[in-house]
T-cell receptor, first 113, second 113 residues
């Protein structure tokens, strides 16, 4: 089955710096890669996703890149703000009919003012 | 309405109790999911319903019994749970079809005593 590895487990940056989180997956059939942000005590919320027919996607300060050959994808947050502090999960899904999401272990991002 | 609503928010139950978790969505989604999330861990898939039929059971113990009465509702019946089953139980939904966003509810925080 699918296995998703995520690094780093914790990341501490100064406000305004960039943050990069990396994930690798094992199942070459995976074709959907969402990123979720989960604040303490709250639900996971989708922040950006990418499908296998696209190499890069950007939404304001957030971008995701996908390398299907190497089976890895990354989240880039630029100009970080304190409200970006949260746990970020990458995930991979390979089932076409519905989302059997397999999550990475998570990255706890702390943005210091 | 882009909400997935779960009730109750918190639940404390004894090991001999029977209780149910409820989940509701009115987005017309035909896929619904139960995830379990332990503290500082990623969500783990338990069950997937597609068009009100159970499509995936991730080898979940029979003390957890899912039910999908209609396309908007998803229940999780709990019986004879163990303390190690204490966790945040998240419901999610998505459109059927290829790789669409999964919307999560705010979860039920379950404590088994």
């Amino acid at each position: 089955g699918e296995n998703v590895e995520q690094h780093p487990s914790t990341l501490s940056v100064q406000e305004g710096d960039s943050a990069v989180i990396k994930c690798t997956y094992s199942d070459s059939a995976s074709n959907y890669f969402p990123w979720y942000k989960q604040e303490l005590g709250k639900r996971p919320q989708l922040i950006i996703d990418i499908r296998s027919n696209v190499g890069e996607k950007k939404d304001q300060r957030i971008a995701v890149t996908l390398n299907k050959t190497a089976k890895h994808f990354s989240l880039h947050i630029t100009e970080t703000q304190p409200e970006d502090s949260a746990v970020y999960f990458c995930a991979a899904s390979s089932n076409g009919g519905y989302n059997k999401l397999i999550f990475g272990a998570g990255t706890r991002l702390a943005v210091h003012p | 309405d882009t909400e997935v609503t779960q009730t109750p928010k918190h639940l404390v139950m004894g090991m001999t109790n029977k209780k149910s978790l409820k989940c509701e969505q009115h987005m017309g989604h035909r896929a619904m999911y139960w995830y379990k999330q332990k503290a500082k861990k990623p969500p783990e898939l338990m069950f997937v319903y597609s068009y009100e039929k159970l499509s995936i059971n991730e080898s979940v113990p029979s003390r957890f019994s899912p039910e999908c009465p209609n396309s908007s509702l998803l229940n999780l019946h709990l019986h004879a749970l163990q303390p190690e089953d204490s966790a945040l139980y998240l419901c999610a939904s998505s459109q059927s079809g290829l790789n669409t966003e999964a919307f999560f509810g705010q979860g039920t925080r379950l404590t088994v005593v």
